[in-house]
C-alpha cells in the first residue's frame, strides 16, 4: 500500500501538526489511514492498546485517522535521561539504555523493527503517513539514520519536506537542505511546504517561486498559521504556553528538566477558570499561587535535584506555610515524599536522597514498568475516570491510607492528612470532564462547559479544513506510493 514521508528542514517546524492534519483530511475521504514515525525523541509517552509506549504525537496522529495507538507507529522512542543518555524503546519496550555516543551500535536492531511495523501497517491500510525527526540536513548523523532519509531509502517513500518561515530563513532551509544531502537522498524529495506563515502569503510569492527555481522541487503550498494549534497536545516542553490566562484560580506547574507527559495539563489550561502557568529555570514560585503542580519526570532524582537547585523546594515550604494546595503527578508524587531509593541505578547512578517531606510516603524504584490504561475511581468523589499509568518505583507510606484513587480495588497514590497535599501516579485524569470539573469545584472554580476530548476533536477537523484551503492536499496525497 502507498505511503508519504514529511520531513522537516529543522526540529519543530510543524511536522507532526503536518502529519496530524493530513491523516485527517485522507480519513474525511475514506481512506483507510495510519500514522507512522520510525523514531521518536521524547519524554512525552502514550499507553497504547497493545500495551506499549510510544510518542504522544503518534496518538495524535492515530486519533486523526481514527484508530487506536498501536506499537507499529512509532517503534523506537528515545526518552532522554540525560544530557548525553536516553531510554531505548523498540515495538513499546525498553531494550536498553544507552549513551548518544553507543547508539549507532543499536542501529542495525532498530532499523529491523522499524521496517518490520512499517510493513505491517501497510498491510493493514490503504495508505501511511511518515513523520521524519529533526531533519535530513543532519548529514553528520546519516550513516546511522533510521529517522529521515535512512528510512526513506531503506523503504522506498517519497518524501515531501516542511520549512517554518516563522523562526526566518526558510529559502535557505529549503535549498540549503538539497545542497547538503546526498543526491540519492534529494531524488526522495518530490516538493516542499512553507508552514507557520503569518501575514499575506502573496509577499512571500518571489521567494516560493525562487526555491522552486532553484531546487526544481515541486512547491505545495504555503500554509498560514494555524491560531488553534496551541490547543493540540504538545509534544515538545518548549510548545507548552507560559500562562494560559491572567484571571482564576492561579495553577503553576513547575518546569522541569525532564518533564515527561506534560500534555496532562492540556486540559487545565482550557478551563476558563484557571490561569496555569509554566516556571521556568531562575523563577520563583508566585507568592499568590493557589495550586503548584509537580508534574511527570523522565529522571525524578535528578529532577529533584533541579527542583531544589532552582529554590522551589523553599518556595514550596512557604506556599505550604501559607495554605497552598500541592499535587504530583507520578514523578512528581515520588518528590513530594520522604525519600526515593534507586538500589539498582535504574534511573541513574545508585543511591537515595530524602525527598520534599511534603507527603509520609516513601519510594524505591524498581527495575519493571508499569504501562496500563486504568478506569479508576476517584476516592473523595467517588467519580470514576480514565487514565493511564507509565512509571516505575514502589511507593509506600502512611498517608497511602488517603489514597487518591482506586484502581481494580487497589489505592493508588496518597493525600496529606490536612487535603491538601496529593500525589498519584495516573496521568491523563484531567482529560475526563466530570472528574476535572468536580476536582476543580473542590478548589474554588466553577463548573464549567468545556468538553476536552470533543474539542481536541473539533480542532482536529479544523486543521484538515486550514490544510485543504491552503495547501494541494490531493496532489500531496497522490504523492503517496
Known amino acids: 500500500m502507498p505511503a508519504l514521508m514529511l520531513q522537516g528542514t529543522g526540529s519543530n517546524v510543524g511536522k507532526s501538526m503536518l502529519v496530524a492534519g493530513l491523516c485527517r483530511a485522507a480519513l474525511r475521504r475514506g481512506i483507510k489511514v495510519a500514522p507512522f514515525k520510525p523514531q521518536n525523541m521524547s519524554n512525552n509517552a502514550a499507553v497504547t492498546a497493545d500495551g506499549g509506549e510510544i510518542g504522544r504525537a503518534q496518538a495524535l496522529q492515530a486519533r486523526a485517522c481514527g484508530l487506536e495507538p498501536v506499537t507499529d507507529m512509532n517503534p523506537v522512542l528515545l526518552k532522554p535521561e540525560t544530557d548525553m543518555g536516553a531510554q531505548v524503546i523498540l515495538q513499546g519496550k525498553r531494550i536498553a539504555t544507552t549513551q548518544a555516543r553507543d547508539y549507532g551500535g543499536l542501529r542495525e536492531r532498530l532499523m529491523a ?110 500554509l498560514p498559521w494555524f491560531r488553534e494549534a496551541h490547543l493540540l497536545p504538545a509534544e515538545d516542553a518548549l510548545d507548552l504556553p507560559r500562562r494560559s490566562r491572567d484571571h482564576g484560580l492561579k495553577v503553576v506547574c513547575l518546569a522541569l528538566s525532564r518533564i515527561a507527559n506534560f500534555d496532562d495539563l492540556d486540559p487545565l489550561a482550557q478551563e476558563p477558570g484557571v490561569s496555569l502557568s509554566m516556571i521556568g529555570p531562575g523563577e520563583v514560585i508566585p507568592g499568590d499561587t493557589d495550586l503548584v503542580i509537580l508534574p511527570g519526570s523522565k529522571s525524578t532524582r535528578g529532577d529533584l535535584a533541579f527542583l531544589r537547585a532552582q529554590g522551589w523546594d523553599v518556595d514550596l515550604a512557604a506556599h ?162
Not at 529517522?147 to 529549503?174: W, Y
Not at 472554580?445 to 495547501?471: I, P, Q
Open 113 to 222: 523493527g522499524v521496517l518490520e511495523s512499517f510493513e505491517r501497517l501497510k498491510a493493514a491500510h490503504d495508505l501511511v503517513l511518515v513523520e521524519g525527526a529533526g531533519s535530513p540536513a543532519e548529514v553528520n548523523l546519516r550513516a546511522r539514520d533510521i529517522a529521515n532519509m535512512g528510512f526513506a531509502r531503506a523503504a522506498d517513500v517519497p518524501v515531501v519536506l516542511a520549512g517554518d518561515i516563522d523562526r526566518g530563513g526558510v529559502i535557505a532551509q529549503v535549498v540549503g537542505t538539497q545542497a547538503v544531502v546526498d543526491p540519492e537522498d534529494a531524488a526522495l524529495v518530490k516538493g516542499f511546504v512553507i508552514n507557520k506563515f503569518r501575514g499575506d502569503p502573496r509577499l512571500f510569492d518571489d521567494g516560493y517561486a525562487l526555491i522552486e527555481q532553484t531546487t526544481g522541487w515541486r512547491g505545495f503550498g504555503v
Open 320 to 481: 505550604v506555610r501559607r495554605g497552598g494546595h500541592v499535587l504530583g503527578i507520578c514523578g512528581g508524587y515520588q518528590m513530594l515524599g520522604r525519600s526515593i531509593s534507586d538500589p539498582e541505578g535504574i534511573e541513574g547512578p545508585a543511591g537515595s536522597d530524602p525527598g520534599l517531606g511534603l507527603l509520609e510516603v516513601s519510594t524505591v524504584m524498581t527495575a519493571d514498568k508499569r504501562l496500563s490504561r486504568v478506569r479508576a475511581r476517584h476516592a473523595a468523589s467517588g467519580l470514576s475516570l480514565e487514565g493511564y499509568e507509565i512509571h516505575i518505583g514502589r511507593t509506600e507510606g502512611p498517608d497511602c491510607t488517603r489514597p487518591f484513587a482506586i484502581i481494580d480495588g487497589s489505592p493508588d497514590g496518597a493525600i496529606s492528612q490536612d487535603g491538601r497535599i496529593s500525589g498519584s501516579y495516573l496521568h491523563g485524569l484531567f482529560a475526563d470532564d466530570a472528574f476535572r470539573s468536580a476536582w476543580l469545584e473542590g478548589l474554588g472554580v466553577a463548573r464549567s462547559d468545556v468538553r476536552y476530548e470533543a474539542k481536541v476533536d473539533g480542532v482536529l477537523d479544523a486543521l484538515a479544513e486550514h490544510m485543504e484551503a491552503h495547501l494541494d492536499v490531493e496532489g500531496l496525497l497522490a504523492l503517496a506510493r
